[in-house]
């Protein structure tokens, strides 16, 4: 078993590849992923009439990210608990782990903040975990204004004790791991349709495009971090959280409609193209390796995904989305 695929990561190299890549259409993603529970003819016949009607009264809306997420089956719950009534005026804010607020290696760091065991096969491993700069400030601040949410693609073996470590002052309200996200051509995606939040309050927070493929007018994209000690992202982009937890809608501020692989028909026409490739992480997963407790940053970045090769030296993520506010 190979250690590292506990941990879901970007390597340095797939950073260069930071661009928004195509995502299906969000209504159908939604619809494919719901159980199929099997029914009698009178209950065949009741859903056909039910579905027919939903279709007219539906017409010519798609769930695009500015609409509340549609009900999922009784069998299919929504992903976060209710809505805490200290949270209940709030926004959520959807938070990555890996490269965005820490950096973990099975290599030994010598000034790790954290070092964690994490047993593969009988045998314990230890990941070194590095903290971002800012990130406690960060957290303190994100806790005052949103409801948070850890999100990661990595392992709940690995990433639940450094969440443990990481997060001094219960910020985190939930804490998502990899079973909760939908593979989707090789990458694990986050669908913030299942959350159960009113998607118009949702901002999601990760290094990784694709992360977020289904929903980019949610993110706020941050540059992947490893070991600069110099960085100051988290703590740049404060202000801007803060302005965003104040509006009505996270898209007066956020919406990346200029983004030609936001274009509603691109999204219905790759959607037809690939029908079959959405899914829900299985339950039972293969044999893990290593490197899949990490997953590496090759299957997040996947060529297949992208559209385009980056301009040089594109402006900062959080000085584009300053200027919109």
């Not at 879901?8 to 890549?21: C, G, K, M």
């Not at 007219?56 to 990210?65: A, E, L, M, R, V």
């Not at 159960?196 to 290094?207: A, E, M, S, Y």
């Amino acid at each position: 078993m190979d250690a590292t695929s506990i941990i879901t990561q970007v390597s340095r190299d797939d950073e260069q590849l930071n661009v928004y890549p195509s995502y299906p259409n969000d209504k159908d993603d939604v619809e494919r992923l719901k159980p199929k529970p099997k029914r009698g003819l009178f209950q065949s016949l009741l859903c056909c009439w039910r579905r027919n009607r939903t279709k007219t009264s539906q017409n010519g809306t798609q769930i695009d990210g500015s609409t509340t997420p549609p009900p999922l089956p009784d069998q299919q719950r929504y992903l976060l608990p209710q809505v805490r009534l200290s949270d209940i005026h709030r926004k959520c804010m959807v938070i990555d782990l890996d490269e965005t607020l820490v950096h973990s290696s099975f290599k030994p760091i010598p000034n790790a903040d954290f070092i964690v065991p994490v047993e593969i096969d009988g045998t314990i491993h230890q990941v070194y975990v590095l903290k971002r700069p800012h990130v406690d400030e960060f957290l303190q601040k994100m806790g005052e204004l949103y409801e948070c949410v850890l999100f990661t693609a990595s392992l709940a073996k690995y990433a639940d004790p450094v969440a443990d470590l990481l997060d001094k002052w219960n910020v985190f309200r939930a804490r998502l791991f990899r079973e909760s996200c939908v593979y989707y051509r090789g990458n694990y995606i986050k669908d913030l349709n299942r959350l159960g939040r009113d998607l118009q309050k949702i901002v999601i927070v990760d290094n990784s495009p694709a992360s977020y493929i289904f929903h980019p007018d949610n993110a706020v994209p941050v540059k992947s971090w490893f070991d600069d000690v110099t960085d100051c992202e988290l703590r740049e982009l404060i202000p801007l959280f803060e302005k965003l937890s104040k509006v009505d809608s996270v898209y007066s501020v956020l919406c990346n409609s200029n983004q030609p692989l936001n274009n509603p028909q691109q999204q219905q026409q790759q959607q037809q193209q690939h029908p079959q490739e959405l899914q829900q992480v299985p339950q039972q997963q293969p044999t893990i390796s290593a490197t899949t407790v990490i997953t590496q940053a090759t299957t997040l970045s996947a060529p297949t995904m992208m559209q385009s090769q980056p301009s040089p030296s594109p402006p900062s993520p959080q000085t584009e989305l300053l200027q919109k506010t």
